[in-house]
């Protein structure tokens, strides 16, 4: 029987119109290509999950690292949002105690000047 490199028979095999020897072939082909399909699903199984495996694992820790690369970030941003917070903070009372100063010098010189003024008109 002629076949082609790709295992299929030529058409001059059907010719004696025996389609049960046609039907059997095709079968017998099925057979085999589900025969191959297992025996490589067998020996690349192994490897295929393993390497899918590798492949999720891999993928797993890229996505922990940056996990945490991104967590570590996140608290670099916090500290420095805190401390920027405590400095405005400390700036904002610094201003507080510095007005209240000034307060208190002009209702003093304001008193010294009114006492100053009082002296002066009793001397009189």
Known sequence: ??????????????????????????????????????????????????????????QMREFAERFVRIERKKMEVMRENERFRMEVENKRMQMILVSQQKTVDMISKVFAFAQNRMKMTQDL
């Open 1 to 58: 029987m002629g076949e082609f490199r790709n295992g299929h028979r030529r058409l001059s095999d059907f010719e004696d119109g025996n389609l049960g020897r046609k039907r059997k072939f095709y079968e017998e082909e099925e057979d085999d290509e589900e025969a191959e399909r297992e025996v490589e699903e067998r020996s690349n199984g192994g490897d295929d999950v393993n390497l899918v495996a590798g492949e999720l694992a891999a």
